[in-house]
């Protein structure tokens, strides 16, 4: 069977980690075994195509341990025999005296059911996110004595405390990151800087395919036909770092003669706030909320808009975006795209040329880029098609699958197709 993986996800399946599922489903097909392993159940009512054609088991761990005690306790007896048990529960101790949650016990108690529940043959453990899926496989790989590595995104790159991200990069094995901010940022906490590596998420080509001249969002809207509005597009969660509420701040700005319809695509906790913020603002009447998609369905919204809009900011607790992966999607399907500067978006993103950088929080000046390039159809076509290509030449989807294989021990398709080519020649 190859090399054994077992990926620890905080959830899965999830709408809105379709990044972590084309990884998992082209390092499949490289030949990697992957057994997924998901703290959560998951509460997302669709899925996508990637999803269906996902070949993994999944095990799905005790996502409250008071719902499962009697699973909890035959992982504790079984891990208390093996040699790493003292180290892992010296390591979950100093974890809990620095952060005395019941979330901080469950990772403990999750890790305790993997050790005892860990299928034959694993060689590895790889966490997505350093928080909490990187505590469960750092504790667990403790137990089993086992290496484990990491893939640290977001979220969790700038909520961790300092200490716990140092104490985890020193004791895994490797750890890769998506942009070269969070990498700077990782690389400044780590006693070895050598085990970070970048590796952009990229985009598969296969499943965004360059978009068609002839698609219906590349006509010439301009906001002047109250019967064709532009049609202005937005993709993700409704949580504080994405930012919407200042889109729709901004969106109130326009004038009367701008007509315009937003749409947007995406789950999650200020839903209803955002509704009540555009009842309120008067323009609820031009927004529609279309809740979480599968993949396909986003496409074709991407397909079918003049703009895409993600006014990312720094949420009050810190939090914020990596480097967003919708904004790739956006762009490849050519759709020229405004957002704010912050953290990697300008890897992605040069102002003026593949889109339009606003400073975050700033409603006033996105209005501003939104009215300018509504009224400009066809600098909009030639920043879509500059992001475009961009996407294409830079963030190779293949690359970094290729990386990743190498550093999970499997041979890279481009080497076994030069074998092959070696082998068919010396017969």
């Known amino acids: 069977m190859g090399r054994a993986v077992a990926i620890v996800l905080k959830g899965y399946p999830r709408l809105s980690e379709t990044f972590i599922a084309n990884e998992i489903r082209a390092l499949e097909i490289r030949g990697l075994n992957i057994h997924i392993i998901s703290l959560r159940h998951p509460t997302?009512?669709?899925?996508h195509p990637v999803h269906r054609e996902i070949e993994a088991p999944v095990l799905y761990l005790p996502e409250y341990l008071y719902q499962e005690p009697m699973r909890v306790l035959r992982g504790w007896r079984k891990a208390r025999k093996k040699p790493g048990y003292g180290a892992a529960l010296k390591c979950f101790l100093g974890d809990l005296w620095r952060d005395r949650t019941p979330n901080r016990v469950r990772r403990f108690g999750q890790a305790l059911v993997l050790a005892h529940e860990l299928p034959n043959g694993i060689d590895t453990i790889h966490a997505h996110f350093m928080h909490t899926p990187a505590s469960v496989a750092r504790y667990a790989a403790m137990i089993?004595?086992?290496?484990?590595?990491?893939?640290?995104?977001?979220?969790?790159?700038?909520?961790?405390?300092?200490?716990?991200?140092t104490e985890k990069i020193d004791d895994c094995a490797w750890l890769t990151t998506c942009s070269v901010a969070a990498r700077d940022r990782l690389v400044s906490l780590a006693s070895d800087p050598e085990k970070i590596a970048l590796t952009y998420h990229g985009l598969d080509p296969k499943r965004f395919p360059a978009e068609s001249s002839h698609r219906p969002?590349?006509?010439?809207?301009?906001?002047?036909?109250?019967?064709?509005?532009?049609?202005?597009?937005?993709?993700?969660?409704?949580?504080?770092?994405?930012?919407?509420?200042?889109?729709?701040?901004?969106?109130?700005?326009?004038?009367?003669?701008?007509?315009?319809?937003?749409?947007?695509?995406?789950?999650?906790?200020?839903?209803?706030?955002?509704?009540?913020?555009?009842?309120?603002?008067?323009?609820?009447?031009?927004?529609?909320w279309h809740g979480a998609m599968s993949q396909d369905m986003v496409i074709e919204r991407y397909r079918d808009a003049d703009l895409f809009v993600l006014p990312s900011r720094v949420a009050d607790d810190g939090d914020r975006d990596g480097l967003p992966n919708v904004l790739m999607e956006a762009q490849s399907q050519g759709l020229a795209c405004i957002a704010s500067n912050v953290s990697a978006v300008s890897e992605l993103i040069e102002d003026g040329r593949t889109g339009l950088l606003v400073a975050p929080d700033d409603a006033a000046a996105l209005a501003g880029m939104i009215g300018e390039l509504a009224a400009d159809p066809a600098r909009r076509k030639g920043l879509g098609r500059a992001g475009a290509a961009k996407v294409r030449a830079e963030f190779s989807f293949e690359d970094g699958i290729e990386s990743l294989a190498g550093r999970f021990g499997i041979a890279s398709q481009i080497e076994g197709e030069a074998q092959c080519v070696s082998h068919s020649t010396h017969r």
Do not use: C, F, Y
């Not at 997302?44 to 899925?47: E, F, N, T, W, Y």
């Not at 089993?144 to 991200?165: F, M, V, Y």
């Open 44 to 47: 997302d009512r669709d899925m």
């Open 144 to 165: 089993t004595g086992l290496a484990w590595s990491a893939s640290a995104h977001a979220k969790d790159i700038w909520l961790t405390p300092d200490r716990e991200l």
């Open 217 to 288: 969002g590349m006509n010439m809207r301009d906001g002047a036909d109250p019967a064709d509005p532009l049609r202005i597009l937005a993709v993700g969660r409704t949580v504080e770092k994405k930012g919407l509420n200042v889109l729709l701040d901004a969106l109130a700005l326009l004038p009367p003669t701008l007509h315009w319809r937003l749409e947007h695509v995406g789950g999650g906790m200020l839903l209803d706030k955002l509704r009540r913020q555009a009842d309120a603002a008067g323009i609820s009447d031009r927004v529609i």
